[in-house]
C-alpha cells in the first residue's frame, strides 16, 4: 500500500466536455513547431537556417545560456524562418514536414551511469521536458536535484486519467524511471505521485508512490512536493511529466528522440476524443472537424494554467489536454445573467450563487467572461480556502507586490509555481490577476540569485 | 437587452468619452453602465474561465442580510415612538398600529439612508473622477450601515458630516476601498460620539421624544434612554441600593429590557441595531453565503460571553450581575459582531487571526460598555481599536508560518 495523503483544500470545477473512450491515432500533421514561450525564461539561439533539411532529432536551436540544451525536431522536414514577436524574439520555430530519417545515438542499457543519461538527455532534446523548483524554470545542465517528482495524477478540469494519458507505454515509462533514478544521489528513487484508487501503476518498483486523493489542486505536483518533502531554501526539485518520462525511457533505450502526446481533446466546444499524436503538433491539426471554431477559445492545456495559441500555434510542450470553450464577449444585463441574476449557469465556489445547491453530477459550459472588473482587495480567506499550503497566499502576493524579496522568501515563494495560485486566481472577487503576479515574483528571485 | 445595451453604447456613451459634452461625468456614466451591464471582458493572461462571483453581487448580499436589521429598526421606531406617547404599552400586541409604526419608522430611516449614500457616492464620484478609476463597491454596505446604527433623531446635517469624515479620514487618504485601517461605518458614529457628545447623549433614541416631554404628552416614566444608558447608572452604586435596584427591575422578566424584549429588539436604540434577532438573520445569510466570517462571529459571541461570565463571577455592580446572555444581545452587540467586526478589510485576514481578533472585540465590548459608563457603546470603540491591532494579530499568526519554515530548513540542514 502506497503512503496516502488526504488534501482537503480546493476546488473542482465540474466543466462540460470530458474526453473518454479509445485514443485515436491522429494522422501526421505536416508541420512541427516549438514555442519557446514554453520554457520561461528561456532565449533560444537558433542552429539551422531556414530551408535547412533537417531529420527527426536534430537540433533546432540551443539555450543561448546553457548552450550544452538541445532542443530537437520531433519530425523530418524543412526548416523555417522564425516566427518573431516585438524585440524580435522569436515565438515559434517550425519545421515543415517531408523527407525521412532520424538521428540516432547508442542507446542506454538500464544500467546507464548518471553521467551517461545526463549528457544524453542533454544532446538528444530530453532535457527540456525537465522542470525545476524553485522558480518553475529548465534546470540548468549541472543542476542536481534533491528529488525527482512525477505526478500521474492531473486533478485539473477535464484533464485525462493516467491510465489514458499513458496508454500501454508502461514499460517505457517504468524504464524513464530507472534512467531518472540515475540522476539522483544516495539511491534515491523518483517520487511518483498518483490519484488515490488508481492501479494503473500497482506494479511500479522504480519509484516511491504517494497516492493523493481530494479536489484540485491536488494532483499537482507542487501540491505533492509540499506534502511528501517540502522544499527548503537552497534545495532544488526537478519535476517531469508522466508522458515524457515514458518518452524518456523509449528515447534513450532505442537511442533516438521520442516526442509521443496522448492529448485529450476537451470542452463543450469539441468532440471529445483522445487523440495519440507528438509533441509540437499545430493547434488547427487537433482541432480539425472536432471542434466548431466561431467564437471559440482553443487552450492547449487546461483552463486555469492553459495558454491560447492562436489560429497558427501548436500544442505547448508540457501539454497533454486542449480545452475548447466558448468566448465570453456579450455583455451581462445584471438582471438576467449579470451580477444579480440567479446565475444557475455559473459555476462558483461561494455559496452567493446556486452551484451548491445543484447535483453533484451538473456539468457546467462555463465561458472566459471576466464576471466582473478588476476592484480591490477586499474579500478576506477566499484563497484559503482553495490553496493547500502550509504558505498564506495573500500575504506572499502582497509582498511579491511591493517587491520585498526577503519577505517573499519567507513565506515561501520558493515552493510554489503560478500554476498552484490558478485556483486563487479563478475564486478571486476582485479578478486580480494571481498567476501572473507570482510569476513575476519568481522572476524578481531569479534576478536576485543571477 | 441586446437593444437596450446598443442604445447605451451608440447614443449615451458617445456624450461622455472623447469630445463629448458630458466627459467630466464619465465616471459616473461608467459606475451606471457596468451597473446595469457586466462588460463583455474576457479573461486575457491567466485562468480562462473565473468564478462568476463579483464585488457587486458580494456587497449587494451584505445589504440583503441588512435587510431584517433595517425593517425591523423601521418598525421598531414607530413602535418605540407609541410607546413614548402612551398610545400602546409593552403588553399590546405586536400587529398593533402596524402600518402608523411602518410610517413613523420610514420617515425617520428614509432621509438617513438618502443623506448617508448622497454625501458618501457624491465623494466618491469626485475622488474616482479626480484620480481617473472605476467606482468601487465599498460604499455600497458602508453608505447603508452608517444610517443604521444612528441614534433616531440624530440631526441630518450632522449625519452628512459624520459621513464626509469617515469616508475622506477613514478611507479615501489611505487609497480607498480596501486599504482602510478603520470600519468607515463606525469611524463615522464615533466621530460625532466625539465631534458632538452633548448632542449625542441623552433623548435622542426615541422619535421626537423631546417635543413630546415639553408638550406634555409623554407617558408617565418613560425617559427613552438605552438599556445600556440605564445600566450606567448603576456603576458606582451598592449593588442592592435603591437606584441599582430600580434600574435591574427594568431587566427582569416582564420589564423593558427583560431579556427576551432585548433579544427580540423592542427596546429604544440607534436605527438598527435593538434587534438580536434580527441581526442572527443576518449572520444566517452572510455565514451561509460564506461572505460574512463564521469565525469572527462565533468568537466574537464567545468573547463576549465569557466577559459576561466573568462580570457575572465578581458582582462588584448591579451592571456586573446581568446574564452574559442578556449582556450580548443588549445595545449594538449583536450587530456589531455580525456586520462591523466582519468587514473583511478592517479585520483580521488570517483564519488564526480571526479567533483572537473576534473574541477580543467580543470581550472588551462588554468590558467597557462596564468599565466605563461614559462610553456606554463599547461595541464601536472595541471593535475600531481590534480594527487598529488586527494587523498586528496577523503579524504574529504569519511570524509562526515563518518560523516553521525556518525549522524545517534547519533540520534539513543539519
Not at chain 1, 506534502?227 to 515514458?246: C, H, Y
Not at chain 1, 516526442?259 to 491539426?285: C, D, K, N, Y
Not at chain 1, 492553459?306 to 501539454?319: P, S
Request: a negative charge; hydrophobic letters at 45%.
Amino acid at each position: 500500500m502506497p503512503a496516502s495523503v488526504k488534501i482537503r483544500k480546493g476546488l473542482d470545477i465540474r466543466l462540460k466536455g470530458g474526453a473518454h473512450g479509445d485514443t485515436h491515432a491522429l494522422s501526421a500533421a505536416d508541420r512541427f513547431s516549438i514555442h519557446p514561450t514554453d520554457f520561461h525564461g528561456l532565449i533560444p539561439r537558433m542552429a539551422v537556417k531556414a530551408g535547412t533539411e533537417v531529420k527527426a532529432g536534430d537540433v533546432l536551436f540551443t539555450d543561448k545560456k546553457n548552450p550544452e540544451i538541445q532542443f530537437v525536431s520531433a519530425i523530418s522536414g524543412t526548416a523555417q524562418e522564425p516566427v518573431r514577436g516585438e524585440k524580435r524574439r522569436i515565438l515559434r520555430v517550425d519545421v515543415v514536414a517531408g523527407g525521412t530519417g532520424e538521428v540516432t545515438f547508442p542507446g542506454l542499457q538500464t544500467t546507464a551511469s548518471a553521467g551517461d543519461v545526463r549528457s544524453a538527455m542533454l544532446a538528444h532534446g530530453f532535457w527540456p521536458m525537465l522542470r525545476q523548483r524553485p522558480f518553475d524554470v529548465m534546470p540548468g545542465p549541472e543542476s542536481q536535484p534533491r528529488d525527482i517528482f512525477v505526478s500521474a495524477y492531473d486533478s485539473a478540469p477535464l484533464a485525462p486519467s493516467a491510465a489514458q494519458a499513458l496508454g500501454d507505454r508502461m514499460e517505457s515509462f517504468r524504464q524513464g524511471l530507472t534512467f531518472l533514478n540515475a540522476l539522483l544521489d544516495g539511491g534515491k528513487k523518483v517520487q511518483l505521485g498518483i490519484e488515490a484508487g488508481d492501479d494503473t501503476f500497482s506494479g511500479v518498483t522504480e519509484a516511491d508512490i504517494t497516492s493523493f486523493s481530494g479536489p484540485h489542486p491536488a494532483g499537482n505536483v507542487g501540491v505533492q512536493i509540499h506534502e511528501v518533502a517540502p522544499m527548503n531554501k537552497g534545495e532544488v526539485v526537478w519535476t517531469i511529466g508522466l508522458q515524457d518520462v515514458a518518452n524518456l525511457g523509449e528515447g534513450l533505450t532505442a537511442g533516438r528522440f521520442v516526442g509521443q502526446r496522448t492529448v485529450a481533446l476537451t470542452g463543450s466546444r469539441s468532440q471529445p476524443a483522445l487523440l495519440s499524436t507528438t509533441i509540437g503538433t499545430p493547434m488547427a491539426h487537433i482541432a480539425k472537424d472536432r471542434v466548431s471554431m466561431e467564437d471559440t477559445r482553443v487552450i492547449s492545456g487546461n483552463v486555469l494554467t492553459g495558454t491560447e495559441r492562436g489560429e497558427d500555434g501548436a500544442l505547448g510542450f508540457f501539454d497533454h489536454q486542449v480545452t475548447c470553450i466558448p468566448e465570453g464577449h456579450e455583455p451581462l444585463f445584471f438582471l438576467t445573467k449579470g451580477w444579480l441574476g440567479p446565475g444557475f449557469d455559473k459555476f462558483s465556489a461561494s455559496r452567493a450563487f446556486p452551484t451548491w445547491l445543484m447535483p453533484r453530477g451538473k456539468e457546467y459550459d462555463l465561458n472566459t467572461n471576466n464576471n466582473g472588473e478588476e476592484r480591490a482587495f477586499v474579500v478576506s480567506g477566499q484563497y484559503d480556502a482553495v490553496f493547500p499550503f502550509d504558505i498564506y497566499p495573500v500575504q506572499l502576493i502582497k509582498s511579491i507586490m511591493v517587491g520585498d524579496i526577503d519577505r517573499m522568501e519567507k513565506l515561501g515563494i520558493y515552493e510554489v509555481a503560478p500554476e498552484d495560485f490558478a485556483l486563487c486566481e479563478y475564486v478571486c472577487t476582485s479578478k486580480l490577476a494571481v498567476q501572473g503576479i507570482v510569476r513575476k515574483g519568481l522572476d524578481q528571485m531569479i534576478e536576485e540569485f543571477a | 437587452m441586446k437593444a437596450l445595451h446598443k442604445l447605451i453604447e451608440e447614443r449615451v456613451k458617445p456624450n461622455f468619452t472623447g469630445e463629448g459634452k458630458l466627459k467630466r461625468f464619465w465616471v459616473v456614466f461608467d459606475a451606471l453602465e457596468t451597473f446595469l451591464f457586466t462588460p463583455g471582458h474576457t479573461t486575457k493572461k491567466g485562468v480562462h474561465v473565473r468564478d462568476g462571483i463579483d464585488l457587486k453581487r458580494t456587497m449587494f448580499l451584505v445589504i440583503v442580510a441588512m435587510v431584517p436589521a433595517l425593517l425591523f429598526g423601521t418598525w421598531n421606531i414607530g413602535h418605540q415612538y407609541y410607546l413614548s406617547l402612551g398610545d400602546i404599552t409593552t403588553a399590546d400586541p405586536w400587529n398593533a398600529m402596524l402600518l402608523d409604526k411602518l410610517i413613523v419608522g420610514a420617515i425617520k430611516v428614509v432621509p438617513l439612508i438618502v443623506v448617508s449614500y448622497a454625501t458618501g457616492l457624491g465623494i466618491e464620484f469626485v475622488i474616482a473622477g479626480m484620480n481617473g478609476h472605476a467606482i468601487n463597491e465599498g460604499f455600497l454596505v458602508s453608505g447603508m450601515l452608517i444610517p443604521l446604527i444612528m441614534p433616531v433623531d440624530v440631526p441630518l446635517w450632522m449625519v452628512a458630516v459624520a459621513t464626509a469624515f469617515a469616508v475622506l479620514i477613514a478611507k479615501e487618504v489611505f487609497g480607498g476601498t480596501g486599504m482602510n485601517i478603520l470600519n468607515v461605518a463606525l469611524t463615522a458614529r464615533a466621530f460625532l460620539f466625539f465631534a458632538y457628545p452633548k448632542q449625542m447623549s441623552g433623548e435622542i433614541w426615541i422619535h421626537n421624544v423631546m417635543a413630546s416631554k415639553a408638550g406634555g404628552v409623554l407617558a408617565d416614566g418613560y425617559t427613552g434612554a438605552t438599556a445600556l444608558g440605564h445600566l450606567a447608572n448603576t456603576v458606582g452604586q451598592p449593588v442592592s441600593g435603591e437606584v441599582s435596584n430600580g434600574v435591574m427591575a427594568m431587566f427582569a422578566d416582564g420589564g423593558l429590557f427583560s431579556l427576551m424584549n432585548c433579544f427580540i429588539g423592542t427596546i429604544p436604540g440607534s436605527v438598527a441595531e435593538t434587534s438580536a434577532l434580527a441581526a442572527l438573520i443576518g449572520a444566517a445569510i452572510l455565514i451561509w453565503t460564506g461572505i460574512g466570517s463564521w469565525r469572527i462571529i462565533s468568537s466574537f459571541i464567545v468573547g463576549g460571553l465569557v466577559m459576561g461570565v466573568i462580570f457575572n463571577a465578581l458582582g462588584l455592580n448591579a451592571y456586573m450581575t446581568i446574564g452574559p446572555v442578556h449582556q450580548i444581545v443588549m445595545g449594538g452587540f449583536m450587530f456589531g459582531a455580525v456586520f462591523m467586526a466582519t468587514d473583511p478589510v478592517s479585520a483580521a485576514q488570517t483564519n488564526t487571526g480571526k479567533w483572537v481578533y473576534g473574541f477580543l472585540g467580543g470581550f472588551f465590548s462588554i468590558m467597557i460598555r462596564v468599565f466605563n459608563p461614559a462610553y456606554p457603546e463599547g461595541v464601536m470603540m472595541a471593535i475600531l481599536f481590534m480594527n487598529v491591532m488586527a494587523p498586528t494579530i496577523d503579524h504574529y499568526v504569519i511570524e509562526a508560518n515563518i518560523r516553521r519554515r525556518e525549522k524545517r530548513l534547519t533540520a534539513a540542514v543539519a
